[in-house]
């Protein structure tokens, strides 16, 4: 096909259109939240900054005890201490649930598999009244460790899915030359399997890093103190405030944004598989 | 071999029960629950009132405009996601310079909350500032709009900011998708004759059907699921007149602040309903052309 000048002006005219469109709302968040407060105004939204202030960031930040308004600091660590534990060990049994399905198929295992999966799916809505009933018997309602339980146990069908299909393409032969060896079917995932895992593992564990992070639905119900909540549950709260100025909820929003943005940055190719993976097919 | 097997199940195992318990035993009790009369924080005695709950939900007005909504919402955020997702993909796989440029900022927004998002579109569509200001500079003060403050708008506002938030999805599975098509496909057509036009008709679009439907099962099941984005930018009200409402939003008022638990418990079976009409064919779909292969 030949390709003229005119088509490559439309090519690149349209990409800039869509770059525009889709750093439109980051621009106006960045703009915002870097202006000295007097700068702040409605109609000026569109304005760059005259002077950069990081006072926005340091409001959103530390609170202002004076009129009431809490920051998202605490709320930050929060979701650090929920998001570390809680994608280690959704990734963990992940991890060991695809070797399973993957290498160790038997009769009823595409079921079960089946059955894993369809959690994936469900609207959350039909576990949560049960769920926070389970977790106040356990004690562990309002608690960031009930949290991690949480998003542990619903991420097993797509940490299950990334491994499987991982796994799927590592060829069996080289866990049964393991098991001529001796090898029993722990000793084929630590010596065959485990080794061949880091590229899986990067894709389930920023996956699962960017789910937890970004959750709302599990952290709105489940932890009611403003001291344990996670930063997407403190920053609604902080933007449904109306004591606090617009441009700190933009601050505020771009400090809960920074942790999955820089993974993405870092990381876009292992966060876009690990989006292919979650239409099932692999 | 059969010890190895039962060494394999019992690794399952821990999953299984903690999924046949947190999913399918949970959904049980909310099922069982949603037939019942606890309404309330103390009810004396609980006992079963058949489908109740589900006949005073069909007739509750909030309900009817949130399923309405929900229809709304869909018809706007899937073609969008996917007209834009493909036009994007199609322009990325041309083979231009700075691919992986353009497409780290289309996808940005997948990494992003919607928490994040609704703060940004919520400024961004307020109707004294944002976007208006902007159509008014551009001399396009027809687009402006009150967005998710004015009834006629609200849930249309919302679609919008998913469009922004998940076309980058479709983008990249379109975008597989497209890498996935032999190119001696293409130099057939040509040496056929065919145009531009009609090898994208009769080679790229029947071969991309299969991401289509992956594409609207997953942004299907979004569309009934969608909460945070509603919250964070009309707020828990649901916007003026429910314009912004959806039912896992009436679900999350019923059951966490109201207390009418059984009532909260209805609507959320309502909504795995819908969600299996349309995740279970696609699994199972899915799972067998697998095995086929």
New interface residues.
């Given amino acids: 096909m030949r390709r003229t000048l005119l088509f490559w002006a439309l090519v690149y005219a349209a990409l800039l259109l869509l770059a525009v469109f889709y750093l439109i709302p980051i621009y106006v968040l960045l703009i915002n939240a870097l202006k000295d407060y007097r700068e702040v105004s409605v109609e000026a939204m569109w304005r760059l900054p005259e002077h950069l202030s990081l006072a926005s960031f340091a409001k959103a930040w530390y609170g202002d005890p004076g009129v009431g308004m809490s920051g998202l600091g605490q709320n930050f660590w929060n979701s650090v201490k929920l998001v570390v534990p809680a994608t280690f060990f959704s990734v963990l049994l992940g991890s060991i649930n695809g070797y399973v399905l993957a290498q160790w198929r038997f009769r009823g295992s595409e079921t079960l598999f089946f059955l894993l999966l369809f959690g994936m799916f469900i609207p959350y809505q039909s576990v949560l009244i049960p769920l926070v009933k389970v977790l106040m018997k356990l004690g562990l309602y309002g608690t960031i460790s009930g949290l991690v339980l949480t998003h542990v146990v619903y991420g097993i069908p797509i940490t299950t899915l990334i491994f499987r299909n991982y796994y799927a393409q590592i060829p069996r032969e080289l866990g049964e030359a393991a098991q001529i060896d001796g090898a029993g079917v722990l000793g084929v995932y630590r010596h065959v399997i485990l080794p061949l895992s880091a590229p899986g593992t990067v894709v389930a564990v920023i996956w699962q890093f960017t789910q937890i992070w970004n959750d709302f639905l599990f952290g709105v119900v489940i932890t009611n103190k403003p001291s344990v909540q996670p930063i997407t549950v403190a920053l609604n709260n902080l933007a449904g405030s109306y004591i606090v100025e617009w441009n700190v909820q933009m601050a505020g929003a771009i400090l809960a944004a920074l942790p999955t943005l820089a993974v993405y940055i870092l990381m876009g190719r292992y966060f876009i598989r690990g989006l292919l993976a979650g239409s099932v097919k692999g | 071999m059969r010890r190895?097997?039962r060494?394999?199940?019992l690794?399952?195992l821990?999953?299984?029960v903690?999924?046949a318990v947190?999913?399918?035993?949970?959904?049980f009790?909310?099922g069982e629950?949603s037939l019942t009369n606890q309404n309330d924080l103390f009810v004396p005695q609980v006992r079963f009132v058949g489908l109740e709950n589900y006949q005073r939900l069909f007739a509750h007005p909030r309900f009817q405009i949130d399923l309405r909504n929900t229809l709304v919402f869909s018809l706007i955020f899937i073609p969008g996601s996917l007209i834009?997702g493909l036009?994007?993909a199609l322009?990325?796989n041309?083979g231009?310079r700075g691919e992986g440029f353009?497409?780290?900022?289309?996808?940005?927004?997948?990494?992003?909350?919607?928490?994040?998002?609704?703060?940004?579109?919520?400024?961004?569509m307020?109707p004294?500032?944002?976007l208006n200001?902007?159509f008014d500079?551009l001399g396009l003060g027809f687009l402006k709009s009150g967005w998710y403050t004015d009834p006629a708008v609200g849930i249309k506002a919302i679609a919008l900011a998913a469009i922004?938030q998940l076309s980058?999805?479709t983008m990249?599975?379109y975008l597989?998708g497209l890498r996935a098509i032999p190119r001696e496909l293409?130099e057939a057509a040509?040496v056929d004759g065919a145009t531009?036009w009609q090898a994208f008709r009769y080679v790229t679009f029947p071969l991309l059907t299969?991401v289509t439907l992956?594409?609207v099962?997953?942004l299907g099941?979004i569309s009934?699921?969608i909460?945070?984005l509603v919250?964070?930018i009309a707020?828990?009200s649901g916007g003026p007149a429910f314009s912004s409402d959806v039912p896992?939003l009436f679900?999350?008022v019923t059951?966490?602040q109201a207390n009418r638990?059984a009532q909260?418990?209805a609507?959320?079976?309502v909504?795995?309903v819908l969600?299996s009409f349309l995740?279970?064919p696609?699994?199972?779909w899915?799972?067998r052309?697998?095995?086929a292969e």
């Fill in positions: 190895y097997r060494t394999a199940f690794l399952l821990p999953s299984l903690l999924v947190f999913v399918y035993g949970f959904i009790w909310t629950l834009l036009f994007g322009l990325l041309t231009v353009f497409r780290t900022i289309f996808l940005m927004p997948m990494a992003l909350s919607f928490i994040v998002t609704g703060v940004a579109w919520r400024w961004l307020n004294t500032s944002g200001l902007l500079a922004w980058g999805y990249a599975l597989a293409y040509e531009p299969p992956s594409a099962i997953v099941h009934l699921k909460f945070d919250v964070a707020g828990i896992a679900m999350f059951t966490f638990f909260g418990a609507i959320s079976i909504l795995l969600v995740v279970i696609y699994l199972y899915s799972l052309q697998e095995v």
